[in-house]
């Protein structure tokens, strides 16, 4: 496959993310540990919705993915100064978001991701390596 580089990429977010097993109270009494240590980069704290579930990643095309009533729990985001950054935390995902608000360039998929998995949060090790 080509190495496509744009000079101005037509990028406007990208998401990372992990879905773990359900840890109850993770996006609101528990998460205080993760505000201490994430409060420096990412100071603006609020609630949202839960998102619901993703389909197993061994779901085949064509399978049916039923989610019968609405979440009831909540969904935290912590969001950098300049709300560029965004951490999203629920009881069963990590999610972390960069977002062009303003004119500023797109800093490109490797600098996101250093950014955002520092600690081996997507994998073991601190280099960020995917979990297999």
Excluded: C
């Excluded at 949202?48 to 729990?73: I, R, Y």
């Excluded at 969904?75 to 960069?98: C, H, K, M, P, S």
């Excluded at 797109?106 to 090790?125: K, L, M, Q």
């Amino acid at each position: 496959m080509a190495n496509v580089n744009f000079r101005d990429p037509p990028v406007v977010e990208v998401a990372l993310s992990v879905q773990f097993e359900a840890v109850p109270g993770l996006a609101s009494y528990r998460s205080g540990e993760l505000y201490g240590r994430w409060s420096g980069k990412y100071p603006v704290v609020s609630q949202q919705s839960e998102l619901p579930p993703l389909p197993p990643l061994d779901a085949e095309d064509g399978d049916l993915f039923l989610q019968v009533g609405g979440s009831s729990g909540s969904r935290l985001w912590f969001e950098a100064e300049d709300g560029g950054y965004l951490i999203q935390l629920q009881a069963d995902r990590l999610t972390v978001n960069w977002r062009r608000l303003t004119t500023q360039a797109y800093p490109r998929y490797p600098e996101v991701r250093s950014r955002s998995w520092p600690h081996g949060w997507f994998g073991r090790g601190t280099g960020g390596t995917p979990a297999r």
